[in-house]
């Protein structure tokens, strides 16, 4: 189970560091929505995306936008892993 969890742990970095900066830059289907409707123009970002530690999918500070996505892709691949472990040691402790 344990090289499972690494394998995976592995690929899904890899994944998210190496192919997210070829993710395409055409906007989702709510900002196309949005846009196509004629008020993408009046919407504002929510309090808390303003102080979001990667907004935009872009590691802020970063000047190669390719290596600030796929840093963004690294670090949120990282936290849902460590989020999943500590649900898992929480479930694990009750039973």
């Known amino acids: 189970m344990l090289r499972f969890t690494l394998v995976a742990l592995v690929l899904a970095v890899a994944l998210a560091t190496v192919v997210s900066p ?3 830059p055409s906007p989702d289907g709510l900002e196309r ?3 196509d409707s004629a008020f993408l123009d009046r919407g504002r ?3 808390i995306q303003e102080d979001a530690p990667v907004p935009d999918y872009a590691v802020p500070g970063v000047t190669d ?3 600030a996505t796929g840093l963004a892709g690294l670090a949120g691949t990282v936290a849902v892993f460590a989020a999943g472990l500590a649900v898992a ?6 039973t």
Do not use: M
């Not at 040691?89 to 009750?94: D, L």
């Open 22 to 24: 070829f993710a395409s």
């Open 33 to 35: 929505v949005a846009a």
């Open 65 to 67: 936008a390719r290596v």
């Open 45 to 47: 970002a929510h309090p």
């Open 89 to 94: 040691a929480v479930v694990r402790r009750r």
